[in-house]
């Protein structure tokens, strides 16, 4: 059998595994850990992963690692803002270390990971095909896996990291627009929910008071501003708990 039947095959594995524990994860954070736990189980000689999802301005939103050490390791290239999982996501391409004693294209972090005990890494970009308006893909993160002895990765294990990168990338992006929406949905629905309570109070007060309806919101606004609370805190204990259909709910 061929190199190229053999990657295949490996590959194969890789995607079925990563396919299995992506699909149980409705969750970005949980999708995460289990995109770094596939990448370090795919090498024999890593001995821990991690996966960044990092915003426009390279700051991380969304990380896990296999252990304390890559966590660590992780950690340090945010705070010293260099690395090779940084270098990766700006340049959207793989980034081989051989060798943290020798590595100088990042110094302080180099020399901080070889105290660490990790001596070779691959840091990978995650990103998505190019959307409109954009002429490159785009990168959403990074994939890296370590290992503590020199030399433990070649072009083939870049090339498996990519690869596996790949769907791990497509998937996240899909499920961070699916939470942005139920975000935005669910600040709609509150919005209206606090608008109908509102609303609600200022009947029950217009014909306690028999004021009109801006002076039933006159009433509200004043006690909302000398009790510093939300108008829509002021309506429900207007209306009481047993009218409020939604009494339950917390404030957002």
């Known amino acids: 059998m061929t190199q190229k039947h053999d990657l295949a095959g490996e590959l194969s594995e890789i995607f079925a595994r990563v396919a299995g524990l992506l699909l149980t994860e409705p969750v970005v954070d949980k999708a995460v850990a289990n995109i770094a736990r596939a990448a370090h189980e795919s090498f024999a000689g890593s001995i821990g ?52 004693r020798q590595e100088v294209r990042w110094p302080e972090w180099s020399a901080a990971g070889a105290a660490l005990g990790l001596l070779s890494c691959i840091s990978v970009p995650m990103f998505v095909p190019e959307v409109t308006g954009a002429s490159d893909p785009v990168p959403i993160g990074a994939l890296k896996v370590y290992a503590d002895r020199p030399r433990a990765f070649d072009e083939r294990s870049e090339q498996v990291l990519s690869l596996l990168a ?7 992006s899909n499920l961070q627009a699916r939470e942005r929406a139920a975000h935005v949905s669910e600040a709609l629905q509150d919005a209206l929910h606090s608008r109908s309570v509102i609303d609600m109070a200022k ?48 404030e957002h």
């Not at 606004?221 to 708990?241: C, K």
């Open 49 to 100: 992963a991690g996966a960044t999802l990092i915003d426009a301005r390279g700051r991380p939103t969304s990380t896990a690692s296999t252990n304390s050490l890559v966590e660590e390791a992780d950690r340090l290239q945010y705070d010293l803002g260099e690395g090779p999982c940084l270098s990766a996501w700006a340049g959207t391409k793989a980034i081989r270390v051989d060798d943290l």
């Open 203 to 250: 009947g029950v007060l217009m014909e306690r008071l028999r004021v009109s309806e801006r002076g039933a919101l006159q009433v509200m606004m004043t006690r909302s501003r000398a009790e510093e609370v939300l108008l829509s805190a002021v309506a429900r204990d207007v209306i009481g708990p047993s009218t409020d259909p939604h009494a339950g709910r917390h």
């Open 166 to 172: 790949g769907p791990a990338a497509l998937f996240l």
